[in-house]
């Protein structure tokens, strides 16, 4: 008896150390329209009809890289449709110079043409509940997380992964959303005091914010990366508490959890 209920709880211990379980999760390109042009995307949404939340995935300078389609993946395990539109329209950097250029040669008009659009295809479909849309994006995808919320006011949830703040809180009036905010204590491109400022410039406008996390780490510390592309900024400590945040702002402001 004693060596079966031994069996038992060891059995318990392994199934609460997996955590809670994910859902299968299918994966697609999709085109979308973006204006009167069409867009690309990657799609990962749950098996079954739903309807779930979605949240739009939004790319760092690298492009539309295989991390962030892992995340795109992550997210829908989770129970979430998520798109990952393709911003560099099939280009992905390999080095920091490419990167550079990529991002300085993409219009910001296109890009939130983009991403509207992905909300607009998102909510179009009918496995979405398009009453509970969001957006999340790191780097140059964290600032348009952001632009996203502010254009796009079915956009009800806004997470910003060290992306470039807005500091004017006239600029915020038009938010809708709810925003977390992940950002790095040591980040020479977007000081404290920027963050300070964002914070502050969104309780002036009356917005509503869960967090604005700022973690003892650079920018970029969530990607770890590979091969060419490995990132020695990563941190895996605070990369795990800000998915930590991540998942249960999404839990709470999509899910009611």
């Known amino acids: ?3 079966i209920m031994a069996a038992l709880w060891a059995g318990a211990l392994v199934a609460l150390a997996a955590g809670p379980a994910r859902a299968a999760v ?3 390109e999709i085109t979308f329209k973006s204006g009167a042009e069409e867009a690309k995307g990657f799609l990962a949404e749950p098996e079954g009809k739903g309807p779930f939340p979605a949240v739009v995935v939004i790319q760092e300078w690298w492009g539309l890289t295989d991390w962030i389609k892992e995340n795109a993946k992550r997210l829908a395990e989770q129970g979430y449709v ?3 539109p ?3 329209r099939g280009k992905v950097a390999t080095d920091p110079t490419m990167a550079r250029r990529l991002m300085g040669g993409l219009p910001a008009d296109r890009a939130v043409r983009d991403l509207k659009g992905a909300v607009e295809a ?3 479909r009918d496995n979405v509940d398009k009453s509970r849309l969001a957006s999340i994006g790191w780097c140059m995808g964290g600032g348009y997380s952001l632009q996203l919320a502010l254009a796009e006011p079915r956009v009800k949830a806004c997470v910003i992964c060290y992306g470039r703040p807005v500091t004017d809180a006239d600029k915020l009036k038009s938010l809708q959303a709810t925003v977390l905010g992940i950002f790095g204590e040591e980040d020479r ?4 005091a920027d963050v300070e400022k964002f914070e502050a410039a969104l309780k002036e406008a ?3 914010v869960e967090r604005i996390h700022e973690f003892k780490a650079g920018h970029g510390f969530m990607r770890p990366g590979e091969g060419a592309t490995k990132n020695p900024a990563y941190r895996e400590g605070p990369a795990k508490e800000a998915w930590q945040d991540i998942d249960q702002f999404f839990a709470k402001a ?3 959890k």
Not at 189 to 192: A, V
């Open 1 to 3: 008896m004693r060596r």
């Open 26 to 28: 299918k994966t697609s």
């Open 82 to 84: 998520a798109l990952a």
């Open 86 to 88: 393709d911003l560099y």
């Open 122 to 124: 998102l909510a179009a």
């Open 189 to 192: 491109g977007i000081p404290p």
């Open 206 to 208: 009356g917005k509503k």
């Open 254 to 256: 999509l899910k009611g």
